[in-house]
């Protein structure tokens, strides 16, 4: 039987619920996932560490967890909330339920919770710190009353790998290596190394902070920045060493890559009010006028105010008219803002993996 536990947030408002996973409170800034399902995926994202992710899906954890939907080492948000939390999974590939998960890696659930009211609250009010909590809901309070904002801490440091590595798909049949791809892991997510795997690429993953000429020097045959957490205004170090890079080999950015390589060119950033979290964001591409649907897990843009020379917006988000995507008129670079990997989400936009292949194998450089 699971004890009461609460959600508190920044604005004084109190939840009560269910706890589950790791009997520990848990802290961060509230967000929410219009996913319906890929809820381990989520979990294992590491765009969102240091948050709390409300699920807006009623039930969660069904189907269980197996050790193929992983999408990182290990859990990496903060905590968890969602409406209706499954005991009892059922799915073949399933080895854990989603509390056993949870409990195992210290990370703390709620359920029983209005997960309406708590997503209606965060789309009028905007994203805010919160608490997970078994303990006295205004002694939490004060806790965040005295807690650092997200936008102040650099989160990709702490999900970066410690060391370069070379990425293999075990259990595939994969077609022959022909280009050499380096991908800098601001919170990658391994699905990004499999399309470039099943793609003919040695994928070759290093530090987020590894210097330009290191970089230079591992001769790539292109390279790509990828996703990850928090405001690109604390990466000063990575935009640098980006900067350095551009001009020299074909370079695609992903969500926290394109604000990065955005940063390095002179544009702007700024945060969203509530984020772009889900499967189902219409993003239309320019050069055609064709609309997809994209999985998105972003809480800032690039603004399309005073775009540096040479670059032009390829993609914009429907919804809310917000930079998708931009290509520069000289430089052999692309970048996209939603997730042509998806884990979770739709499979429609793997394509950009291809014409990032066919821009390396167009570069003359």
């Known amino acids: 039987m699971h004890e009461p536990a609460y959600l508190v947030l920044e604005d004084g408002s109190i939840h ?4 589950f996973g790791a009997d520990v409170d848990g802290l961060g800034e509230v967000v929410f996932n219009t996913s319906m399902t890929g809820y381990q995926e989520v979990l294992t994202d590491p765009s969102y560490a240091g948050q709390l992710v409300t699920l807006t899906y009623p039930l969660v954890g069904n189907y269980g967890i197996n050790p193929q939907d992983f999408e990182s080492s290990r859990i990496q948000v903060g905590g968890f909330i969602v409406r209706e939390s499954c005991e009892q999974p059922s799915h073949g590939r399933s080895d854990q339920s989603l ?18 009211a708590v997503t209606r609250r965060l789309r009028s009010q905007g994203v805010m710190l919160g608490i997970i909590t078994s303990g006295d809901p205004e002694t939490a309070l004060k ?94 170090y990575v935009v640098d060493n980006t900067r350095q890079v551009l001009g020299h ?34 993003v239309k591409d320019l050069t055609d006028g064709r ?19 040479g670059l032009e917006v390829s993609h914009i988000n429907l919804n809310d008219q917000t930079v998708e995507g931009f290509r520069h008129k000289s430089l052999p670079l692309f970048t996209i803002q939603y997730h042509s990997e998806a884990s979770p989400g739709p499979r429609d936009n793997e394509y950009m993996f291809d014409q990032f292949i066919e821009m390396i194998e167009d570069f003359k450089g």
């Open 99 to 116: 509390h056993e998960f949870l409990s195992s890696q210290g990370i703390p659930g709620i359920s029983e919770i209005d997960t309406r």
């Open 291 to 309: 609309v997809y649907i994209t999985s998105q897990n972003h809480g800032y843009a690039v603004s399309s105010e005073k775009l540096p020379s």
């Open 249 to 282: 080999v074909p370079v695609m950015g992903i969500c926290l890559g394109h604000q990065i390589i955005a940063r390095s060119l002179g544009a702007d950033t700024f945060k969203l009010k509530f984020g772009h979290r889900g499967g189902n964001h219409p």
């Open 16 to 19: 009560q619920g269910i706890g």
């Open 143 to 236: 806790r965040l009353q005295d807690s650092p904002a997200y936008d102040d801490r650099d989160y990709v440091a702490t999900v970066t790998t410690g060391g370069e590595y070379d990425w293999n798909s075990d259990g595939e049949d994969l077609p022959e290596i022909k280009h050499h791809i380096v991908v800098t892991d601001c919170g990658l997510k391994y699905n990004i190394l499999r399309q470039l795997r099943r793609r003919g690429c040695q994928v070759t993953v290093v530090p987020a902070g590894t210097p330009a000429e290191q970089l230079l020097n591992m001769k790539p045959s292109g390279i790509l920045f990828s996703p990850g957490p928090g405001d690109p205004k604390q990466l000063d």
